[in-house]
């Protein structure tokens, strides 16, 4: 599949390199996005980069009402010898392909996904940072379009790769972090949708995340959902730790991470 360019007649202000040391998280974007189409009859079809911008979809799109959606996150650097690299594309196009089988939405060629990234990736090479610490980070997205109410998969959705020059996902970078072991919510539980990468996992973080960081903590440790005492995970979409069949006693662990 052809993908059609269209650039961007005003470009943004790129961060300087003192601007660099602040970037933060997903606060700026650049200048052009990746954009795909998918119809039942049609399949993917009309790949585009296109500048940066809202996205169009009607007030009865299945994503507003069902929660149709599924998104990727990696990052790209620039090296020490000037060259551009790209941290396991192939890997989170797979792990893409899982989240959309999993919320009955239509998978794409994952080598097509990877093309996809490194052509926006190609416009927007002057967008990456250089200072340490800093990437462009690339968040694949897969939404239901359409117009229709009713409880069943869409037939009709929106892919897109938007791009964000980042630092560190924490304001004050990498350091010991203050971790909350909660004990009422889970994140995760057998026959759920844990394992995809989708919205609605993230939603239902939110309220231990917030009262945890409302005591002073900076994350939270999942401890699973059937018996409330083996770790799940610790941390959200950007930093987080995995403990394989780890049995842990709450109050000994939280004095041990400073909870």
């Known amino acids: 599949m052809d993908i059609k360019i269209t650039k961007a007649t005003e470009l943004?202000?790129?961060?300087?390199?003192?601007?660099?040391?602040?970037?933060?998280?997903?606060?700026?974007?650049?200048?052009?996005?990746f954009m795909m189409d998918y119809s039942?009859?049609?399949?993917?079809?009309?790949?585009?980069?296109?500048?940066?911008?809202?996205?169009?979809?009607?007030?009865?799109s299945p994503v507003l009402h069902y929660g149709q959606e599924i998104f990727e996150g990696l990052k790209v650097y620039r090296r020490e010898d000037g060259g551009i690299q790209m941290f396991r594309p192939m890997e989170n196009a797979l792990r893409m392909n899982r989240s959309a089988e999993r919320l009955c939405m239509p998978t794409l060629d994952p080598e097509f996904q990877v093309r996809a990234m490194k052509e926006l990736v190609r416009i927007e090479k002057d967008w990456i940072p250089t200072s340490e610490g800093t990437s462009l980070y690339l968040r694949p997205m897969m939404i239901a379009g359409g117009a229709e109410l009713g409880v069943h998969p869409a037939k009709e959705f929106i892919y897109v790769i938007i791009c964000s020059?980042?630092?560190?996902?924490?304001?004050?970078?990498?350091?010991?972090?203050?971790?909350?072991?909660?004990?009422?919510?889970?994140?995760?539980?057998?026959?759920g949708i844990g394992a995809a990468k989708t919205g609605g996992n993230y939603a239902s973080s939110l309220k231990a995340t917030f009262d945890a960081a409302a005591r002073g903590f900076d994350q939270v440790l999942w401890l699973d959902g059937r018996e409330n005492k083996y770790v799940e995970e610790v941390g959200s979409m950007n930093m987080f730790f995995k403990f394989k069949d780890a049995l842990v006693t709450p109050p000994l662990l939280g004095s041990i991470l400073g909870g």
């Not at 943004?12 to 970037?23: C, Y």
């Not at 039942?40 to 009865?60: F, K, N, S, T």
């Not at 020059?165 to 057998?190: D, M, T």
């Open 40 to 60: 039942r009859e049609e399949g993917w079809h009309d790949a585009r980069i296109v500048p940066y911008g809202p996205l169009q979809i009607d007030p009865a």
């Open 12 to 33: 943004k202000t790129k961060p300087t390199l003192e601007e660099e040391a602040s970037l933060g998280f997903g606060k700026r974007f650049t200048d052009h996005m």
């Open 165 to 191: 020059p980042s630092g560190s996902y924490y304001k004050n970078g990498i350091q010991p972090l203050r971790i909350h072991i909660e004990e009422h919510y889970v994140r995760a539980v057998k026959g």
